[in-house]
């Protein structure tokens, strides 16, 4: 199965600060990668699909890119809402595959 | 609203069936789209299960494959995950989900269910 690697695993920002986490793919999953955020004691929530597009209600500063192997979740500056821990999750090859999460934590 | 909730035991015994349903409010189940199953284990990373199409085709993640069942009830707009001969392993998070494809991208969850696993 495709193995999504995310790194880092931790990532330590203060409010304001951009940040950069990075999901990469043992094989190519195309463009057909998606990122989700999840709070403590919530369910993930859809944040990016298809590589690059935002879902429903997603504010601007988040962005993906990338495609093949190697994929970033960009968040511009970071809000106090946003610091939780980030799943990817490929869906073109099977079976369907999460990355391990990185957290992102208040310095 | 597309809203989802898992319910079921929160405490099975090793060698026995976990057995979960998703009731889907704001949407009939047998309109469209792909149901699924997802799990965490305690401070643990997500580990996709399987998924059924509104049509009542499967698909289910290799390594538990032979211990998963997943099944609509489109007559109470529910779907059921199934899994059989349980271990300490299974104690986890089960979240239900609303699937765009076979093997992904999912847009609406349940809040989650922690079904353990222990005698």
């Known amino acids: 199965e495709t193995v999504l690697t995310q790194s880092p695993a931790t990532l330590s920002l203060s409010p304001g600060e951009r940040a950069t986490l990075s999901c990469r793919a043992s094989?190519?999953?195309?463009?057909?990668l998606a990122w989700y955020q999840q709070k403590p004691g919530q369910a993930p929530r859809l944040l990016i699909y298809?590589?690059?597009n935002r879902a429903t209600g997603i504010p601007a500063r988040f962005s993906g890119s990338g495609s093949g192997t190697d994929f970033t979740l960009t968040i511009s500056s970071l809000e106090p809402e946003d610091f939780a821990v980030y799943y990817c999750?490929?869906?073109?090859?099977?079976?369907?595959?999460f990355g391990q999460g990185t957290k992102v934590e208040i310095k | 609203q597309v809203q989802l909730q898992e319910s079921g035991p929160g405490l099975v015994k090793p060698s026995e069936t976990l057995s979960l349903t998703c009731t889907v409010s704001?949407?009939?189940?047998?309109?469209?789209?792909?149901w699924g199953w997802i799990r965490q284990p305690p401070g643990k990373g997500l580990e996709w299960i399987g998924t059924?199409?509104?049509?009542?085709?499967?698909y289910y993640t290799p390594s538990l494959k032979s211990r998963v069942t997943i099944s609509l009830d489109t007559s109470k707009n529910q779907f059921s995950l199934k899994l059989s001969s349980v271990t300490a392993a299974d104690t986890a998070v089960y979240y239900c989900?609303?699937?765009?494809?076979?093997?992904?991208?999912?847009?609406?969850w349940g809040q989650g269910t922690l079904v353990t696993v222990s005698s």
């Open positions: 989900a609303r699937a765009e494809y076979s093997s992904g991208l999912f847009d609406y």
């Open positions: 704001g949407y009939s189940i047998s309109s469209g789209y792909y």
């Open positions: 059924i199409y509104h049509t009542g085709s499967t």
């Open positions: 094989e190519s999953v195309s463009r057909y």
């Open positions: 298809d590589a690059s």
């Open positions: 999750q490929q869906r073109n090859n099977w079976p369907g595959t």
